[in-house]
């Protein structure tokens, strides 16, 4: 067998050779009419890939496409849009992969895989998976996030995991299920060959047609798989923590298949058994019966390492763990895989004993750095909490020192918190890391005071503040904890890296979290896809009956804290060292125009939204908001941060962006809802000269 993955190498490179190496310069003739030479800059390329969902393997999210440049930013336009509207498409998670010539995608509830003309975005072929009742229960149908892509004996094969938990393989050609993968699945509809019922290797009973029964646990997927030398490892999620009142679930085990066979290779544990390393680490027996440990969060891996990063996300019930004492490995960690036999070759837990939901909602990134005058491969984790954590990617030695440290302990009745948890000494945190009085609105003294009286009946304190439930001996209605559940750093804005020069950019939020806590047999009332069978000690207010934890809000309207509220951080990760930061987009009208402001000169508070971004050799592109609402990509300078050129767009971007080079025309495809709109320097022009 011979497999191998597009866009990787097989001997040690330095980063800038390693790029360039992803960039397939053909020297065959364009097509007549193809004005591409007089607007692109010499020495263009021809075509250019983006093999994975994070553009490579290392999730970078960073083209070597070159065409676009700073100084013809402005003449992009609209080229095509893909409107996934007869797929049901809605959220525009997915982003593209461009391989050997096409786009790839998946889009709608059913999660059809689709292939595109990559020049006029018209569908060449699409694949749907039979109609099964674990589709059915699934609730990250339209989520999606994209497609692997490896090449096996030659050809080209698309690998996608369904809602429903099947790893399909399709002929990226012509999308049929591929001959000679997986093993027949007994259910009327599906192909008997190209399909691997993932549930068949978790361990647990379950029925091909209706999965695994609900008193025992869920699992599905919104990530794809990723093909790291001959091996498709496969991810997964579980039923949202904050929509969960009782202790049994299932953990989300880490599974690995041979790329051209579909052959199972490996299981890794994501909670800890009977002698495995971290067992101790559940107490009162918990590993038993609790679950939910899932990476949920797309996959990255180092091929010449042969190692696949994994980032978790909590253990059960994202609020309270009175039911599972203990650190609880590997819950929200950062995990290096060696991909050929699934043994751990180290890990880093970034939250002990979570209980703020801060999953780990972004791939890994990997990516050279200079390290006391050598050059290093590192890995770098964004989070929710606006940490960013950095290790040596071989060995997973911190960058930097990170400090256990104090942090304040749970008042919730059977509650037993981690007495400390970890902090990086750098990098600094990229974005509000708790929060105080001095964090407040103080446009005026009138809107400070405003905003304290609003904090009255919350507790507040600094980063990991405990939740509280609703009979709390403080008399306070809950607590607030800064970044909540929404980051910080959350799904919809993936970091982005330059490998040319080792500076990660994150996008974050100014945001916070309120809950308050109540008997979690009040709160079971509310859930009707709930799994388990005991009912949890205590459970978010916010779903239970006649409760309802809400949250703070400012009587003017305006947020809480000062701006900005979302922002862009370029941390140089050779020195750990900030290099800058901008506010994304402009102040919203409704900012600006609020009538507590009048007379008051804002500045730049930032949109509020986190930003798509890609990273090309001469900018950072991102997509945000104008203070009207208008959409635009913006072009930023990697090294300042100063704004190069904008254009406005005809839609909101909503996850992630990538770019390709195809017959030398370079495109940028925004995730625009259920549409794909494609951005080039010739528009629609190209197009139709070229056909």
């Known amino acids: 067998m011979t497999t191998t993955l597009v866009g990787s190498g097989s001997s040690r490179q330095s980063a800038k050779s390693r790029w360039h190496s992803l960039s397939r310069t053909l020297t065959r003739a364009l097509p007549l009419g193809l004005l591409v030479a007089a607007a692109s800059p010499a020495g263009a390329q021809d075509t250019v890939e983006w093999t994975h969902l994070g553009g490579d393997a290392h999730h970078t999210r960073y083209t070597p496409a070159a065409n676009i440049t700073p100084q013809n930013f402005g003449e992009l336009k609209e080229a095509w849009v893909w409107d996934g509207a007869s797929f049901d498409a809605a959220s525009g998670r997915s982003t593209p992969s461009y391989v050997d010539g096409k786009l790839f995608t998946v889009a709608g509830p059913r999660r059809h895989v689709v292939a595109m003309d990559p020049m006029t975005g018209e569908t060449l072929w699409s694949y749907r998976e039979p109609n099964t009742f674990r589709w059915e229960y699934s609730m990250r149908q339209d989520y999606g996030k994209g497609v692997a892509y490896a090449e096996v004996n030659g050809k080209g094969v698309v690998y996608i995991i369904s809602p429903a938990f099947f790893l399909t393989a399709l002929d990226a050609d012509t999308g049929a299920p591929l001959e000679g993968f997986g093993q027949p699945v007994p259910i009327e509809g599906f192909a008997q060959t190209g399909v691997v019922d993932l549930l068949n290797d978790l361990g647990h009973e379950h029925d091909p047609y209706y999965g695994i029964p609900k008193e025992v646990g869920y699992v599905t997927a919104s990530s794809p798989p990723i093909v790291v030398n001959g091996v498709v490892v496969v991810g ?53 019966y609790t679950g939910d440990v899932s990476p949920w969060a797309p996959l990255s891996a180092d091929p010449e390492l042969g190692l696949v990063y994994i980032a978790t996300n909590p253990p059960t019930v994202d609020y309270y763990g009175g039911f599972r004492p203990g650190d609880g490995l590997f819950g929200t960690s950062l ?21 703020w939901n801060y999953d780990i909602p972004t791939a890994p990134i990997v990516m050279d750095v200079e390290q006391n005058g050598r050059t290093i491969k590192a890995v770098a984790q964004a989070t929710k909490q606006t940490l960013l954590f950095a290790f040596n990617a071989e060995t997973g030695e911190p960058l930097w020192p990170i400090e256990e440290r104090p942090v304040p302990q749970s008042l919730v009745p059977g509650e037993k918190l981690s007495p400390t948890q970890p902090f990086p000494t750098k990098p600094a945190p990229y974005d509000l890391a708790g929060i105080s009085v001095d964090d407040l609105i103080d446009f005026t003294p009138e809107l400070r005071e405003q905003a304290i009286a609003a904090l009255a009946d919350w507790e507040i304190g600094p980063l990991y503040n405990p939740p509280l439930h609703r009979d709390n001996p403080l008399g306070k209605r809950g ?18 890296a330059d490998p040319e020069s080792g500076i990660i950019y994150l996008t974050s939020q100014s945001a ?15 859930y009707m896809t709930d799994n388990g069978t005991t009912t949890t000690g205590v459970t978010p207010a916010q779903y239970a009956n006649g409760a309802g934890g809400g949250a703070p809000r400012h009587p003017s309207g305006l947020p809480l804290m000062k701006p900005p509220y979302s922002r862009i951080t370029a941390i140089d990760l050779n020195t750990g060292e900030t290099l800058w930061m901008i506010p994304i987009g402009e102040t919203p009208d409704r900012i600006k125009n609020n009538p507590a402001l009048a007379g008051v000169d804002v500045g730049n508070t930032g949109t509020g939204a986190q930003a798509p971004m890609l990273v090309t050799p001469s900018m ?30 005809s839609a909101a971007s909503r996850y992630g962006m990538m770019s390709y080079v195809h017959e030398g025309e370079q495109y940028i495809i925004l995730q625009t809802g259920s549409t794909l709109t494609a951005m080039s320097l010739h528009g629609p022009v190209a197009t139709a000269e070229a056909h």
């Open 335 to 355: 995990i290096a895989i060696d991909v050929q036999t699934g043994e751990r070759r180290w890990h880093f837990q970034l939250v002990h004993h979570d209980v």
């Open 236 to 288: 997964n999620s579980a039923e949202q923590g904050y929509n969960q009142s009782r202790i049994e679930n299932i953990p989300g085990d880490i599974l690995a298949y041979d790329a051209e066979t579909g052959a199972f290779k490996w299981k890794f544990n994501v909670i800890p058994q009977p002698g495995e390393f971290g067992h101790d680490t559940w107490e009162n027996d918990a590993w038993q």
């Open 479 to 496: 607590s607030l904890w800064c970044p909540g559940d929404g980051g910080g750093s959350n799904i919809t804005g993936p970091a982005a």
């Open 512 to 526: 916070c979290s309120a809950h308050t806590l109540v008997p979690g047999d009040e709160a079971d009332l509310r």
């Open 620 to 649: 950072l592109v991102y997509a945000g908001d104008v203070s009207d609402g208008t959409p635009h990509l913006f072009a930023i300078d990697k090294m300042t941060g100063n704004e190069l050129a904008r254009i406005p767009v």
